[in-house]
Nanobody
Framework: QVQLQESGGGLVQAGGSLRLSCVAS????????MGWHRQAPGKEREFVAA????????IYADSVKGRFTISRDNAKNTVYLEMNNLKPEDTAVYYC???????????????WGQGTQVTVSS
């Protein structure tokens, strides 16, 4: 497993933007698929976006397509989530996670960060 640490969350008005970062401690970071998931109060954790190890492929939840962009910098062991046109329903704790293959399935991600809170006010 790889240790992950998220940052960049905060409070933003609807229509605003935030950029989340997740730094990995493992030198083998570049071998992992990296994903972002989120959990709103009283709801199950849900998939948001993921990116393949070589940045060749990305997948997104329908709810964030066209608004969120996932990217990674393997030289910095970091994955990013650029979030634009934020909506109140995007309010959640956002987690980054690592997996062996590109998937939306939460069960496939076996390393998780502690999460960072994103709050979008209306």
């Amino acid at each position: 497993q790889v240790q992950l640490q998220e940052s960049g969350g905060g409070l933003v008005q609807a229509g605003g933007s935030l950029r989340l970062s997740c730094v990995a401690s493992d030198r083998t970071f570049s071998r992992y698929v990296m994903g972002w998931h989120r959990q709103a109060p009283g709801k199950e954790r849900e998939f948001v976006a993921a990116i393949s190890w070589n940045r060749g492929r990305t997948i997104y939840a329908d709810s964030v397509k066209g608004r969120f962009t996932i990217s990674r910098d393997n030289a910095k062991n970091t994955v990013y989530l650029e979030m634009n046109n934020l909506k109140p329903e995007d309010t959640a704790v956002y987690y980054c996670a690592a997996a062996q293959y590109l998937t939306v399935l939460r069960s496939a991600y076996d390393s998780w960060g502690q999460g960072t809170q994103v709050t979008v006010s209306s």
